[in-house]
């Protein structure tokens, strides 16, 4: 049986509608909590497949969280070694740093369910569900360049780079694909004082989440599985 590490920033931001996915396909899921686990016991390399999941940071903040830059070479190595990556918001936004690219604020928010325009290697990449049903989850006000060789794969309109490739084995989400609602009231409390500093309307955000629930699930599992189905070992 493979593994599959989870690093998790806060701990409702989850692997979601990734996860069952993940156990059909015979994986393993183990979480790598911050703050519990120490990220210097994690065998960068050998672990077979790593997702870092979002958090409500940025990237660029070493100064105020170190372990950011544990996180940073973890990611370098596994890199450098071309084994199957994954990042997700915050996640992304680490790969595209360990990568070469620059994280930065951008300048405004992009929280709440919207689509997202994929490109013509979008169409042919593990997004390809979200080709005709583009609805996603967007939460995010940081952005990043395309790391050097990346291939794009999402856009906004408010963000070029949502979605990047390097290679089968590596990919970067900006927005969130695995959301899963059933937990999504966790969402709302966690990140209450951000919402309330964007002033978004609470009961809009929870009423959409019972409307696309099922579809975004749906689309979750045809992600991984199709990027899972595409890894080269």
């Not at 690093?7 to 059909?24: C, K, S, T, W, Y």
């Not at 994690?42 to 672990?47: A, N």
């Not at 609470?202 to 749906?218: C, N, S, T, V, W």
Request: with cysteine; hydrophobic share 40%; glycine share 10%.
């Amino acid at each position: 049986m493979k593994s599959a590490v989870a690093i998790r920033h806060v701990g409702f931001e989850d692997l979601g509608a990734f996860a069952p996915a993940l156990r059909e396909a015979g994986y393993k899921v183990h979480y790598w909590d911050i703050g519990d686990q120490e990220l210097w016991t994690l065998e960068p390399v050998k672990t077979d497949l790593l997702i870092v999941l979002g958090g409500p940071i940025g990237a660029y903040e070493d100064d105020t969280y170190p372990f950011l830059r544990d996180e940073i070479d973890i990611l370098e190595q596994r890199l450098g070694a071309d084994r199957p990556t994954m990042g997700i918001c915050l996640g992304a936004q680490l790969i595209a740093r360990a990568a070469g690219a620059t994280v930065y604020p951008g300048g405004h928010k992009e929280i709440g369910f919207a689509p997202v325009a994929l490109t013509e290697e979008g169409r042919h990449s593990c997004l390809a569900p979200f080709t005709d049903r583009p609805v996603t989850l967007h939460w995010h006000g940081d952005t990043f360049d395309l790391p050097p060789g990346a291939t794009r794969l999402a856009s906004t309109a408010l963000c070029d780079n949502q979605a990047f490739a390097m290679g089968p084995n590596v990919v970067g989400f900006q927005f969130h694909p695995e959301a899963s609602t059933g937990p999504f009231e966790k969402w709302l409390v966690g990140h209450a004082a951000e919402l309330a500093a964007a002033r978004i309307g609470i009961p809009q955000l929870r009423a959409d989440a019972q409307k696309y629930g099922a579809e975004l699930e749906r689309k979750a599992h045809e992600t991984m599985s199709g990027w899972l189905r595409g890894l080269r070992w």
